[in-house]
């Protein structure tokens, strides 16, 4: 299936990517090393304008780093070792999002962003890796563009909110469930392509996300669409995702 050579592609990327993540430790002794030798010889200036930088952005990259180690932590018993693509398993909802916006907490509280997902506790029979892999792609939407959203409405009061910011998950019925948050929504000349690949209202975005999300519904008979409904921008917000099964968790 297309899905099964997408994540295996993005985890073994990940996968090299986390190898290299315990060569910062390394790499700081070496710093250090220079360091010390440009202080013995008082050369502060060479320090200060050149390696210091250098050492700033050495943290950031490990950082960056111990981050997607983390991901793949999280990610490697969904996708890696996972049997077939086909093989279906019960999966709580309310528990897969309690772990997953945990990840997600330190972005969420710096948007003020509250996440409300109370009534989720229902199992969903699907493909192992099919929430994280939906919701993933749903997530890193909402935080683009919640905080596009509080930039320009500083300066565009029709776009300013005075309620807290939020990303809601709903389950309307055993099989059916509701995604939508208080960013802008989708903007009308994307609403009827947004699932198209090579479309995206982001800049320098990709425009793949949605349609992997789609394709990787449909692979095992589930639908992703956007609903009539729209928000205080007059934008169309809602995603509904729907299971094939009336009772997916049985």
């Not at 200060?48 to 180690?69: G, H, Q, S």
Request: glycine share 6%; hydrophobic share 35%.
């Amino acid at each position: 299936m297309a899905n099964g050579l997408i994540t295996e592609t993005i985890t073994h990327e990940l996968h090299s990517l986390v190898s290299e993540a315990d060569r910062g430790k390394e790499y700081e002794t070496y710093i250090e090393a220079i360091k010390n030798y440009l202080f013995e010889n008082k050369r502060f200036d060479l320090n200060k304008d050149y390696l210091l930088p250098i050492r700033k952005r050495l943290d950031n990259v490990t950082a960056k780093m111990l981050d997607i180690r983390r991901f793949y932590d999280f990610i490697e018993k969904t996708f890696v070792y996972s049997g077939k693509a086909d093989e279906l398993e019960k999966q709580n909802l309310k528990l897969f999002l309690d772990n997953f916006l945990e990840r997600y907490s330190t972005r969420l509280k710096k948007l003020d962003i509250e996440a409300k997902y109370n009534d989720t506790d229902f199992d969903f029979l699907v493909p192992r890796g099919a929430l994280m892999h939906v919701f993933y792609n749903l997530l890193d939407n909402s935080l683009y563009w919640i905080e596009e959203r509080q930039i320009k409405g500083r300066y565009d009061k029709s776009l300013s909110r005075t309620l807290p910011e939020e990303i809601c998950v709903e389950v309307k019925k055993p099989n059916i469930i509701r995604y939508f948050d208080s960013g802008t929504g989708v903007l009308d000349k994307f609403q009827y392509t947004l699932f198209q690949p090579m479309v995206s209202g982001k800049q320098n975005g990709r425009g793949m996300g949605m349609y992997i999300v789609k394709k990787f519904l449909e692979s095992f008979d589930a639908t992703i669409s956007l609903m009539d409904d729209r928000n205080n921008y007059g934008n169309r917000y809602i995603f509904e995702i729907i299971f094939s099964s009336e009772n997916p968790g049985e």
